[in-house]
C-alpha cells in the first residue's frame, strides 16, 4: 500500500515537532510544507516552502497538520476541508466556539476526518489514571486539580494563558471525569506587560458533580504539569513532564491518637509510582490521526470535542470579566 501522503502548514516551535514525527512513522510521507513565514528551524530540508496553504491542496495531500497561530486555524481549516483534505489542527481549534463549530460541521458535512491536537490525552501518565479511574481502582471520586505553570514561551502572540495552555487541563479533566463542564469562576492577572492575561485560576463544576480547581500561569520559572485525582481510596497524581503516574492510598490502620482523631478523617496509606510504557505523546497521537484517516481506529480528539474546550475556555475569561460564577 501506498504511504499516505501529509502535509503540514506552520514551521515554528510546534511545527519542528510535527515534520520530525511524521517523517518517522509508518505509512506516511512527509512531501509539502508551507509557512508564509519561512522555515526558521530547517524543518522543510528538500521540500519547497509554500507560502500558504493552497500549496498542500495543490500537493494533493491525503491528510494535512496545522501548526499555524490560533487565529488562521479557521480560514486554513475551511480550506483544507473545501479541498477534502482529512486535517489535524493544533489547539485550541479556533479563537472562539463560533469559529470552532464551523470548522466542525465543515468537516463532518464532508466525511472528513477532523481531529484537534490535545496532546495531554496521549500522556502515558494520564492514559493510565483514567483506565484506573474506569476499573474502579479509586471508587468514588471526589475531585481533580491541576497546576500547569513555566516561563512565558516567546512563540504565543495571540492568545493569552487561558487558551494557550488552560484548554489542555479543560480537555484532559472533562476527558479523564467522562463529564463536561457546567459551570466556571474564574479570576485572571496581567503580570508581564502584554494584552492577554497572563495566570488564571479558576474552579469548575462538572456535570456529574465533580468539583474542578486549575491554577495556570506563564509566571513561574520552573516548568509544573500535574493532574491530582482525589477519591474514596486514595489520589492519584500524574505529572505529564515526566509521565510518571503516583497513588496515594488512604490508610487502614486504626489511629488510637485520641487528640488526632478528632480533625483527621483520612490516614496516611502506602504510596506507588507505576512502571509505565513510556512513548513519545507526539508520535501516539500521530499515529491515532494516521489509523483513522486510514480508517482502521478512532483514538482521536474530534473537532466537536474541541469546540466544546474553546467554548469552555471563552466562559472562563467571561467569568473572570463578570466576576461572576458563568454557565458553560
Known amino acids: 500500500m501506498a504511504a499516505l501522503r501529509a502535509g503540514l502548514i506552520g514551521l515554528g516551535m510546534m511545527g519542528r ?3 520530525r514525527v511524521l517523517r518517522s512513522i509508518d505509512g506516511v510521507e512527509l512531501v509539502a510544507v508551507a509557512d508564509p513565514g519561512g522555515d526558521p528551524h530547517g524543518v522543510a530540508r528538500d521540500l519547497a516552502v509554500g507560502d500558504s496553504v493552497q500549496s498542500l491542496v495543490d500537493a494533493r495531500v491525503d491528510y494535512a497538520v496545522v501548526a499555524a ?23 485550541p481549534l479556533a479563537t472562539d466556539a463560533d469559529a470552532a463549530t464551523r470548522l466542525a460541521k465543515a468537516f463532518a458535512g464532508r466525511g472528513l476526518v477532523g481531529a484537534v491536537g490535545h496532546i495531554e490525552r496521549y500522556n502515558p ?10 476499573s474502579g481502582d479509586l471508587g468514588e471520586v471526589y475531585q481533580i486539580t491541576t497546576r500547569r505553570q513555566g516561563p512565558f514561551p516567546s512563540r504565543i502572540a495571540d492568545v493569552g494563558v487561558v487558551m494557550d495552555l488552560a484548554t489542555h487541563d479543560i480537555d484532559l479533566t472533562a476527558w479523564v471525569a467522562r463529564s463536561r ?18 495566570l488564571v485560576a479558576f474552579v469548575g463544576l462538572l456535570e456529574n458533580g465533580l468539583v474542578t480547581n486549575h491554577l495556570v500561569n506563564w509566571l513561574s520559572p520552573f516548568k509544573e504539569r500535574t493532574t491530582t485525582v482525589s477519591g474514596e481510596r ?28 478528632g480533625f483527621r478523617g483520612v490516614t496516611e496509606g502506602g ?22 484517516v486510514l480508517g482502521v481506529g478512532n483514538d482521536i480528539i474530534a473537532m466537536d470535542e474541541g469546540r466544546d474546550t474553546v467554548r469552555v475556555a471563552q466562559t472562563v475569561l467571561a467569568s473572570a470579566a463578570s466576576g461572576r460564577t458563568q454557565e458553560c
Open 17 to 19: 515537532h510535527h515534520a
Open 69 to 91: 497561530p490560533t487565529v488562521y486555524h479557521e480560514a486554513i481549516g475551511l480550506t483544507l476541508a473545501d479541498a477534502g483534505i482529512h486535517t489535524m489542527i493544533e489547539k
Open 125 to 134: 501518565a494520564l492514559r493510565s489514571l483514567r483506565a484506573r479511574i474506569e
Open 181 to 198: 463542564y457546567s459551570t466556571v469562576a474564574a479570576h485572571v492577572a496581567h503580570k508581564s506587560g502584554r494584552s492577554h492575561e497572563d
Open 234 to 261: 486514595g489520589t492519584f497524581v500524574a505529572d505529564t513532564v515526566t509521565a510518571d503516574l503516583t497513588f496515594h492510598a488512604n490508610g487502614t490502620v486504626e489511629t488510637t491518637w485520641d487528640s488526632l482523631v
Open 271 to 292: 504510596s506507588q509510582r507505576f512502571a509505565l510504557e513510556k512513548r513519545e505523546p507526539l508520535l501516539v497521537e500521530h499515529e491515532a490521526f494516521r489509523d483513522a
